[in-house]
């Protein structure tokens, strides 16, 4: 089975092994430009400074064997692209991965709102080549684009031999399966940035000139088909072809955990209501959760808190929960023997029971963060963790406010440890994430900003000033900026602001995102006065960082503010990816 899916970064391990052999099999392909393999990692990273953006797509069987690539040059502030290098493995040809992988590029640029997609062929009908093989494979390529309604332009200019040693090229145009029509100005500008931007070392102004001289008729005229079995439907645009820009993950296990008790929030519709969404925007591609060993989840929480948590839930009954009730002063004291009185000993609140299914949701949970951290590491720009229970509330030795087991401090460790580099935590949850305070308090690896409501009016009221900022090795990079209720758009979008500065400047690898939209005005839990389309601004901004990007779902209690929150939030990741 292949999968098309978008590198994005490759500084990672896994997605370095992929990086890797997309160079392996350019070398292979286009033994000339060894040079320009090597730059592809640098041309990924920084676009700007190569005056458009690069897109490097990679077809990959199950274990990551990577079977083709195509690197696509994006051009968005006139809307176009050009198909800059397509190549394969050469004993996967003909086994239609060239195929898959092109109509994975048709339906980028289709989610890109590219208006027209740019190729250059080598002519297969050249008098000064006496090379029939040639010639041969050309007539190929050009009739395998043709099947997708893709049209040779009539520009002869274009065609003249340019560089050292000189080469020539037909330019093709695919219209993405629109009216097959281009209108010569249109088709000038594209040709100009092609030209000017990306193959600026070989045109020089008189050829140039030529070129956009060369098309005399508007609209632009094309060269007849190669092939005489084109049917008007060839060029339509075949869509689930591509692994989509971000990944979701998330666990129908979550639904076994559903407290019924009147009052408690926390219930499976939350999730229900944001699969809703995510299905309907058709931005992310499910993945399904992995199965990851205990050590992960022990790097974080203390084995003895892990133990009770399943020992306890193990042998509860459905309708015998655990609410805590006593609670020890904060001295060092005894563990108690009984397992039901132990829950004050490991809770911080009476408002998080245990139920029999607690455990199994929590540590499925589990599963799914580590999922998603994986598909960061394998270069998606953003996987999307849709975790339930939440878990910004569980320290080291501690659980409450509805969590169990702190997912998105569990994915930070277990970035960190994969990636062996500094991993940044932003909690826009409107309660203070006290547990991935109190987990990575005393590191400097780290780095946790939280901004919500003031300790003074909100749960969980002991820890979230803004004067607690680490200590020993973590002095400094804990930072919290917490506000008073009644917050407006204005403040919360300037404290914003200031932290994703200070994230910046900590340059994080990796930015781990906990997310709640308990954050807007109506939530049963918040104070704050925001609308749902503030989490437009918030996702402009967390994209706008250009840091690989793991969102956790947290908190939001409010099922018509989780919806309207969750399209604001992903049209704002969405418009800022296609910029």
């Not at 931005?283 to 205990?294: I, Q, W």
């Not at 839930?313 to 039901?340: D, H, I, Q």
Request: hydrophobic share 40%; aromatic share 10%; glycine share 8%.
């Amino acid at each position: 089975m292949i999968k098309i899916s978008i590198l994005n970064d490759s500084h990672f391990p896994l997605a370095g092994n992929r990086m890797a052999q997309v160079q392996e099999i350019f070398r292979q392909s286009f033994p000339d430009l060894a040079d320009y393999a090597d730059a592809l990692p640098s041309r990924l990273q920084d676009p700007i400074e190569h005056g458009y953006r690069s897109m490097l797509l990679i077809a990959e069987r199950v274990l990551g064997q990577v079977e083709a690539f195509a690197l696509l040059v994006h051009f968005p502030t006139i809307g176009c692209a050009f198909l800059d290098y397509i190549a394969s493995r050469g004993v996967v040809r003909g086994t239609g991965v060239g195929s898959a992988l092109y109509e994975g590029v048709r339906e980028l640029c289709q989610d890109m709102q590219v208006k027209g997609l740019y190729i250059e062929v080598q002519p297969d009908r050249d008098a000064a080549s006496a090379d029939t093989l040639l010639m041969k494979n050309a007539e190929k390529r050009i009739r395998f684009y043709e099947h997708y309604g893709v049209r040779i332009i009539d520009n002869p200019a274009y065609s003249v031999p340019v560089g050292d040693p000189s080469t020539s090229a037909f330019l093709l145009y695919d219209c993405l399966g629109k009216t097959p029509t281009l209108k010569r100005k249109e088709a000038q500008t594209a040709v100009e940035k092609i030209l000017t931007q990306r193959f600026g070392h070989l045109a020089d102004p008189a050829y140039l000139q030529a070129v956009l001289q060369g098309f005399p008729n508007d609209p632009v005229s094309f060269l007849p088909f190669r092939s005489k079995k084109i049917q008007e439907e060839d060029g339509l645009i075949l869509t689930q072809r591509l692994s989509k820009w971000f990944a979701v993950v998330h666990s129908p296990k979550h639904e076994l955990h559903h407290v019924k008790e009147r009052g408690y929030f926390e219930r499976p519709v939350r999730l229900n209501a944001i699969n809703q969404i995510l299905n309907a925007v058709h931005l992310f591609s499910p993945v399904t959760p992995k199965k990851y060993s205990d050590k992960h989840l022990l790097a974080v929480h203390d084995a003895d808190f892990v133990t009770y948590l399943r020992t306890i839930c193990t042998k509860l009954k459905e309708k015998r929960p655990v609410y805590p009730n006593t609670f020890p002063l904060r001295r060092k004291v005894s563990r108690p023997k009984v397992l039901a009185v132990q829950a004050g000993y490991y809770c911080i609140d009476t408002g998080t029971p245990l139920y029999p299914n607690a455990y199994i949701a929590a540590r499925a949970t589990v599963d799914t963060v580590l999922t998603a951290a994986d598909e960061i590491l394998m270069g998606k720009r953003m996987a999307y963790a849709v975790c339930r229970p939440p878990g910004h509330h569980a320290g080291k030795r501690f659980y409450g406010g509805f969590c169990y087991f702190n997912n998105a401090a569990i994915a930070a460790q277990y970035l960190a440890s994969q990636t062996q580099s500094r991993i940044a935590i932003l909690d826009i949850d409107f309660h203070h994430g006290n547990g991935t305070q109190d987990i990575f308090y005393e590191r400097a690896d780290v780095l946790f900003v939280s901004i919500h409501g003031h300790p003074d009016y909100a749960y969980p009221y002991f820890s979230g000033y803004a004067d607690e900022s680490g200590e020993g090795p973590g002095l400094g990079f804990n930072r919290n900026f917490p506000l008073p209720p009644q917050t407006d758009e204005k403040k919360y979008l300037s404290t914003f602001k200031t932290a994703l500065e200070t994230i910046m400047d900590f340059k994080p690898e990796v930015l781990v995102v906990s997310v709640g939209f308990d954050i807007l005005k109506g939530d049963p839990t918040g104070t704050f006065l925001l609308p749902p389309a503030i989490f437009r601004n918030i996702g402009e901004g967390l994209m706008a960082t250009r840091i690989p990007l793991l969102l956790v779902q947290e908190g939001g209690y409010n099922i018509r503010n989780i919806k309207r929150g969750c399209v604001a939030l992903f049209n704002g990741l969405q418009a800022s990816s296609a910029a």
